[in-house]
């Protein structure tokens, strides 16, 4: 069991990161902190999803004309993450226009006081 | 209480997640399903078969471009959503600066920003256009172009940088992602097969790959120039000035 | 004919071609925006038409994009239930943009009293994004039941999210930003769950394309993987599907929402966390599902259960009746999947009609709901005594289509809710069918008593009085059109269901 974690350590770590942004988005009751608790859970599996297409030993899937032939990494999780980048940083972007607005609104990011100055 | 909770269950969501790890193929390793099956095609005929070296690429254009697409679209979305919450950014009042002061950067850093943004600009021209053989692409570039924008905003001031691109230029470029994915996948209608491939009717074979190249480079500045609007709309929209949205929402 | 197989990939371009260039045109011609939109939606009813009689010949219709043979490349792949889908998608995207025309429109000038300027109403600069975000709406959504791939799919729930996302917040006052964010809080982390699942899917299987990820889940070395990455994806998606208990976003959302997005989201916009469910158990991990899934589908048939009393329940206590409408969703969707949970081919007939059903009814609800609360800008239950004086036809549209939700025969709810019971008894569940019966007992309770409030009570004291009567005909007449296809569908159900039954038991066998 030991040696398969360590065998995997890139996934273990993604996981944690994954664990440690969940708690930040479900904790944490600043609306920024919680975005970027989202960033981090993205950031985790992304870098799970790239660590699956590696290959011991291999190159950057680019043919270079002239280079040696060499095992390339798969390329398949990369052009996958690329789009879930892109993905990301769209909700991102719209997640922090709504805090913006919720700026607006309340004069506060953080969803405990807002609620509080409702009250 | 509830932060006992949220720890307790955090860990239990760690152990599953760490659980299912350990039992996965052994990372890198040659004989994982992964690097058995779509895997070695892409990268063994890649380069022929879709016509870039940079195999990412090849993935990314042409073996799943759908995907490609729906993420271009996703880009659109995204902006349409910003300017939804918080309105289009259309005008700005006088030369302000971040800060909300009216006080200019001294000569030399506006200079040396301008050279600046002059160098980022043709960096990421080059990355766009040389992402199908090297490492790069349309969003790589994209991303440059929106950075050079917000730096010289930053140091110029709105009303120097804002004029330039205008949102009705602004809207334009916007729609060139999907443009150009529609216009390149229509053809591939046209001559008869299946939408986005790359090929054209009635060229010859020679000729084939360099119909294939040049729809690739249509559809990589496509999305270069679209994520390059799309970063600087949406820089313009958060650094909306409230006072001047209320004034246009009178209009 | 050969140009004909395109129609599987035309409806989707063309939404998102028409999206991205009404910015441009309300540049110059600014009336321009809902009349290219109903265009693209009708162009689009009309192309998921003409995919029925192809579908009907081959059984179901496989397009490789970029020529490329499955796995390497992206394969659409529609059977007759994603035909159905796409239909009832483009349809009520159409009707409902139709009804936007005059109801996100600008209030009319304050000595004007006939039409009621209420907050979910919208500046008139955001007009065109409206419509730019409808249209990508739709078009995710019609991708998202036409995808093969499992990528693809997530890829076009994120659009949808986002979409959906922009659209509830789009009145940009208090309640509707607050309740975005809310959505987002927990939609987001939902996504990113799936996409986990896809990637421990992917290095177990090697590949993303359904049909293929079927062939490797049944021979794989790694069973636990596929199992828990089964988990997890059904967790991400009943979060976008609203299954209790992760349905905790969808009240907010749903009733701040302006009217006709309301009612996408509530028809569609949910019912694509439920597709995504159902596609993925029966493709992908189809014979996991079929065999070894006993232990989750029997947690997931109990969740269905207490979904539906628990939201009959929200339902009966609330005062605004938009609340109760989308607490009423979150009650239909518990119908559909225990429906799904029982793994019965009649209990899912049933399902998916009742999809088609909810939809309907539900759009129909909303878009009564929109046009009281435009003409006399009353919110809660109590308000709508005697509405039926002012506005016979709205408080009509809604009688027929409360018939449908509660299922009293001969309607379509009642053919649904007969085919969930009959499954429920075939394989056993007495006990369900029994939650199903008393659901739709407390249904009637919550629907009748709007009903019985807008015909047979006086208007309180000094309301209604303002109020000169019906909405516009662009208004109206698509209520209508909705109340009078939940009709509809009850009596056309001999045409529909035998095809329908067709497909779900070729979704058996493991297509």
Known sequence: MLNALLDNLNYVVAMILFCIGFYTVIMRSNLLKKIIGLTIMQVAVFFFLVSIGYLADGEAPTVIPGAPPAPMVNPLPQAMILTAIVISVSTTALFLSLALKFYEHHGTVDLDKAKEDRQ | MRKILAILFVSALAALLIYTVALLPPMGDSDNPTNQHIAPRYLERGPEEAGTGNIVAGVLLNYRGYDTMAEVAVLSAALAGVFAVLGRGKKRIGTTFIDGSGVEFSVVSRIAVILLVSFIMLLSIQVILQGTNMPGGGFQGGAAIGAGVMISTLALGFGRTQHRVPYSLRAILESTGILAFFVVGTIGVVSGANFLTYTLPGVSAQAQAIVRAAMLIIVEIGIGVMVGAVATSVFFALLRDKEADDVERAA | MELSQHVAIYPIVTLLFVAVLIPIVTLRKKNWDMPLAGLALLLSLVLSALLVPRIRATGYL???????????????????????????????????????????APGRSEGDKTFFFYAEQMEKGKRPVYYSLF???????????????????????????ICS??????????????????????SVPAAMLVLLAIGLLYSVTGTLNLADLAERTASSDYAQVVTISYVILIVGFAVKAAVFPLHIWLPDAHSKAPSPISALLSALVVKMGLFGIIRVSYSAYGTYFHSDANFVLNIVMWAAAIAIVYGAIMAIRQREFKLMMAYGTVMNIGYIVLGFALRDQTALLGSMYHVMVHALAKACFFLCAGLIISRSGYQTIDDLKGASRKMPLTCAAFALASLAIVGIPPTSGFISKWYLISGCLSTGNIFMGAIILAGSVMAAVYCFRVVYYMFFLPPSNGLWEEVTGEGPASMVVPTWVLAAATLALGFVSSWVLPPLRDAIASLQLGA
């Open chain 3, 135 to 161: 249209l990508v709406l739709c078009a995710s959504m019609l991708g998202f039941v036409a995808s093969g791939d499992i990528f693809n799919m997530f890829v076009f729930l994120e659009l949808k999210a």
């Open chain 3, 62 to 104: 496989s397009y490789h994009l970029g020529s490329w043979e499955p796995p390497f490349g992206i394969e659409i792949r529609i059977d007759f239930l994603g035909a159905l889908m796409m239909i009832l998608i483009s349809a009520i995207c159409l009707i409902a943009v139709v009804y936007s025309k005059r109801y996100v």
């Open chain 3, 165 to 186: 996302y922009a659209l509830v917040a789009i009145p940009g006052t208090r309640l509707p930003v607050r309740a975005a964010i809310k959505y987002m809080l927990m």
